[in-house]
Each structure stands twice: as C-alpha cells, then as structure tokens.
C-alpha cells in the first residue's frame, strides 16, 4: 500500500492506501482533459514515492518532463515508449508490467475497453508492478472512461487556489474525485497539488470537510 498521508483519503482505500501491484485509471475532470496537466501530475506523484524507473507509454508529444520533476519524478528515472495509437500503447504496458524492477507503468490512451484492462490488471498483480493508465479525451469522445477492471478511478480536477492569499504564493489545488474503489466508498477531496517529493497535503481549513458537492447545470436539473 501507498498511503497518501491524508486521513479522509486514506480512510477510504481498502488497507489505508493505493494497493501496489494494481491497475488504477485516472483521467483530467477540468476543460483541457486532452491535455490532462493535473492527471499526469498526480500519477507522477505517486511514482516518485516509489523505487526504481518508470516506463511511460504515449502516443501525444506533449509530456513536459520538467513539471514531472516538480512533482518528485526525476526524468532521468523515466523511460519512453512513444506509440502511435491506443492498440500500440496496450501490449507495451503488459510487456512492461513483466519487468520486476520498474516502480511503474503508465500508458496514455483515449479508451480502454474492458477486456483488455483485465489483462493489464492480471500482469500488475502477477508482478507486483503498479499500472496507470491516464485517459486523454480527444473532440468527440466520451469525457467519461468506460468500464474496466482498474481496482481505482480517479478524476482529477484543477480547484480554486487560497483566496485569503493576496498573492496566491501557495500550491495549486486540486479535486480528486474517487469515483471507483474496489472494497471502498465514491468520495471527493481538496488537495493541494504534490509538492517536490510526491506528496499531497489537505488545506488546514478543509481537512475536516469533504469537498462540496458539483453544481448541476440548471437546464439538467428539470429534466
């Protein structure tokens, strides 16, 4: 288990943290998902708490290594599997996930179907090497992941900094929203983003309060 050091967030994972040696599914909740800059973060985060190199699937050339740094993932830890679609990202993730010694696999896809997460989630769990996958929302995809078998779904929102601060010198924020957990509760959270060794922090005026609940748009409301 990885512990994220936040007691409400822990508190909902089954054993107190994020189970290693498992497949979970994180995708961006803001605007940009295709861009997904607070996915990626918070997955860089976790892999920087964790021993040895990272292998990153992509098909986009859009990773800016520097911002994983800031986040505690050095980028000479990762290595790069530069795809040209989802159906290449796929079979490098499960090849990777064989290797013992990798902290981690990541792989970029805009859909993953149920079947093949199966696979990702037995190799993980066959080797003990943590799966990640960040779904990236292309024009006319569903802004939603479909069903898989990822023991953890998270979405990951940008969130409104410290408005007490006059010159908002603090960590940026986040909302995670923990929509499925095997063995565990649905919840959402404020955060501050992970700081330079990959760790989240709650705000000292939320740590005792969820995150509110989204507004819903009015014309969906009287449907």
Known sequence: MLPFGASGLDGALPGGGLALGALHQIHEGGPRGRYAASAVLFAGGILARLDGPVLWCLHSRDLFAPAL????????????????????????????????????????????????????????????????????VCAGEAAEPEPSAART???????????????????????????????????????????????????ALLADRPAAPERVPRRAAVR
Do not use: K
Request: aromatic share 4%; with cysteine; charged share 25%.
């Open 69 to 136: 740094a800031r986040v505690g993932l050095h980028p000479d830890r990762v290595v790069y599997c530069e795809t040209w679609r989802d159906a290449e990202v796929l079979p490098a993730m499960e090849e990777g996930l064989r290797h013992r010694g990798l902290a981690g696999v990541v792989g970029e896809l805009t859909r993953m179907a149920l079947t093949p997460s199966r696979r990702l989630q037995l190799a993980a769990e066959g080797s003990g090497v943590t799966a990640l996958v960040l779904h990236r």
């Open 153 to 203: 779904r998270w979405r990951v929102s940008p969130a409104p900094s410290d408005t007490d601060n006059p010159r908002h010198l603090g960590r940026p924020r986040w909302r995670l929203d923990l929509q499925r957990c095997r063995g565990g509760a649905p919840g959402s959270w404020i955060v501050e983003a992970c700081d330079a060794q990959g760790r989240l922090a709650v705000p």
